[in-house]
């Protein structure tokens, strides 16, 4: 699919949906650099009534969603998401921002489990939750475990390998992303279900075990989030821009598009 296809989508679905629609396609993780492109877009359309962003990403860290939300609805009254294939963890996060989340039979949203820089490996990202698990399961081998040789010899020897600088991003991370997502669905997405944002808030940010689980539209319905059920020549729009869009990355070098 050349441009002009995709151009020809993109006017097609401001035309389905009423509104300006921005993309955001990545499969690097999501973080600030996102914020000065994505404002240069803004400022150049200038304030609208609606604004949708095409999103696809599996996550990235656990403060780029919020500053996202924030920065777009500077520029809009309405703000949406439309979901083709994934938005994942710090990606779900951001959905949890808008007034509606539009998915399609194959879309998915998934757990919000960020990930946070390894602070000597700097390339790498850790999910937060694989750090909690790792010390839930050493807490209760040394509590269920009466042989002291088996604490001193192995599960001490794991513990000092862990990197407090580490673990104290692991808790930090925790604690900012079951603060954001209360934030942003207290404010926005369930605005007008108060009693819903901690029962959602802890299901999104405690309540799955698999960091890829995926939450597709019935489910996202199911624990409250405003969904809209994108169906005949809205979905067909929406995934002939995706797949437009994931044919563009097969042949470029490029890891995000705003």
């Known amino acids: 699919m050349d441009k002009d296809e995709r151009l020809h989508y993109l006017d097609s679905l401001e ?8 993309v955001y396609f990545a499969y690097t993780p999501l973080d600030d650099s996102i914020l000065v492109p994505l404002y240069e877009q803004l400022k150049a359309i200038g304030h609208t009534e609606k604004i949708d962003l095409l999103l696809h990403s599996y996550g990235g860290a656990v403060d780029t969603p919020y500053k ?6 500077e520029f809009c009254n309405e703000f949406g ?3 083709p294939f994934v938005a994942k963890s710090a990606a779900s996060m951001l959905v949890l921002g808008a007034d509606e989340v539009v998915m399609g039979p194959i879309s998915e949203l998934g757990p919000i489990d960020p990930l946070i820089k390894h602070p000597i490996y700097k390339e790498l990202w850790v999910p937060v939750q694989a750090i909690r698990y790792c010390i839930d399961y050493l807490q209760r081998s040394i509590e269920s475990n009466p042989n002291p040789e088996l604490v001193t010899g192995i599960i001490t020897p794991m513990i000092n390998k862990l990197d407090p600088w580490l673990i104290g991003d ?10 954001y997502a209360e934030a942003l669905l207290s404010r926005y997405m369930l605005k007008d279900n108060p009693e819903l944002v901690p029962i959602v808030t802890r ?11 995926p939450i597709g539209r019935q489910e996202a319905k199911e624990l409250g989030l405003r969904v ?9 729009v929406i995934w002939s821009l995706y797949r437009g869009y994931e044919e563009l990355f097969s042949t470029c070098d490029s890891g995000d598009r705003v």
């Open 15 to 22: 035309r389905l949906r009423g509104s300006k629609v921005l």
């Open 68 to 73: 996202v939300v924030m920065l777009i609805r």
């Open 81 to 83: 998401v439309i979901v």
């Open 170 to 179: 692991y808790e930090k991370a925790l604690k900012a992303s079951h603060q």
């Open 203 to 213: 299901a999104l940010t405690e309540g799955y075990f698999s960091h890829g689980y």
């Open 228 to 236: 809209t059920e994108a169906e005949d020549e809205l979905w067909d």
